[in-house]
């Protein structure tokens, strides 16, 4: 259990909020145990047809918190409370929607290419730095990315770590709407709403269909990025960024070969 993680079922929909404010929503090993509790919830209480990811008006999420970054990940990655996360979330049946304002980083937005469907406010700056931290993708983000934004795409955004806008993210099919901060989350439970309100059985099967071709090499990928990225985290590269973002500096990759 943690305060920083809260869960409400209403209506059919499971909304679970990052609420770590003063950390802007940087997501702990023990935040990540309870996203991979909400989802197992999710999948067995048939009150729940929908899930809804969201954090505040002024932020989803940082992503990983840096300080346990630093600190390597706690065992095999699909193990961890972030692997065990992940693939409850890849291999989630009923449908997950997002409500993201604010910086959505790292897994804040890898996350969300497991999402049915996304609201962003016009505020949300997407951004995945894993290069700019001495680290490589995650989240399947590897495969998702060429593959439905082609190649040279996804290798700007993963190689350069630039953030986007909702705008560009809209241009690019990774959300479906923007709107007011203030509106996300409202409009998000409209979709939810009206998701739990078609027949569920017929929902599942759409789910399966439209992950199908991609569910096994998915697995596979998530499973090679995260014991590359549990190597990285050990990296020289990745202390000096650490060691950076720390004393609020910029990172120095000038001596790596
Ligand atoms: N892990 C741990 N702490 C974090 C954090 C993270 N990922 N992101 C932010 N924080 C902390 C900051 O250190 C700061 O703490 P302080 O008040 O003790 O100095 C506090 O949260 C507020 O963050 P701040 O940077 O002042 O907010 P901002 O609005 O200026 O910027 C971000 C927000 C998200 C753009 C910026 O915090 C950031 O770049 N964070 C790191 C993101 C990151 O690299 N995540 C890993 C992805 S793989």
Not at 24 to 50: I, P, S
Not at 137 to 151: A, Q, V, Y
Not at 154 to 167: N, Q, R, V
Not at 219 to 234: S, V, Y
Request: aromatic letters at 6%; glycine letters at 8%; hydrophobic letters at 40%.
């Amino acid at each position: 259990m943690t305060e920083h993680v809260l869960t409400e079922l209403h209506d059919h929909t499971l909304t679970v909020r990052l609420n770590r404010p003063d950390r802007k929503n940087a997501l702990t090993h023990e935040m990540y145990t309870a996203l991979g509790d909400a989802m197992e919830q999710a999948e067995q209480n048939d009150q729940v047809r929908c899930v809804l990811f969201c954090g505040n008006e002024d932020c989803f999420t940082a992503g990983n918190d840096l300080g346990e970054f630093a600190r390597g990940l706690p065992g095999a990655f699909r193990e961890t409370p972030v692997g065990r996360f992940l693939f409850l979330l890849a291999s989630a049946t009923k449908p997950v929607l997002a409500a993201v304002n604010g910086p959505a980083v790292g897994i804040g937005t890898t996350m969300l290419l497991h999402c049915d469907m996304v609201v962003a406010g016009n505020n949300t700056r997407f951004l995945m730095p894993f290069t700019n931290l001495g680290l490589s993708p995650e989240g399947g983000s590897s495969l998702l990315l060429p593959d439905w934004l082609g190649r040279v795409r996804a290798a700007e955004l993963l190689m350069l770590g630039d953030a986007f806008t909702a705008e560009e993210a809209k241009a690019m099919g990774l959300i479906n709407r923007i709107c007011p901060p203030e509106d996300t989350e409202n409009q998000a439970r409209v979709l939810c709403d009206r998701l739990s309100a078609q027949p569920p059985a017929a929902i599942r099967a759409t789910k399966e269909m439209l992950n199908r071709a991609t569910r096994d090499s998915l697995k596979e990928t998530m499973l090679a990025e995260g014991e590359r990225f549990a190597e990285r985290l050990q990296s020289d590269e990745a202390a000096e960024a650490f060691a950076a973002f720390r004393e609020k500096r910029k990172p120095d990759f000038s001596r790596f070969s």
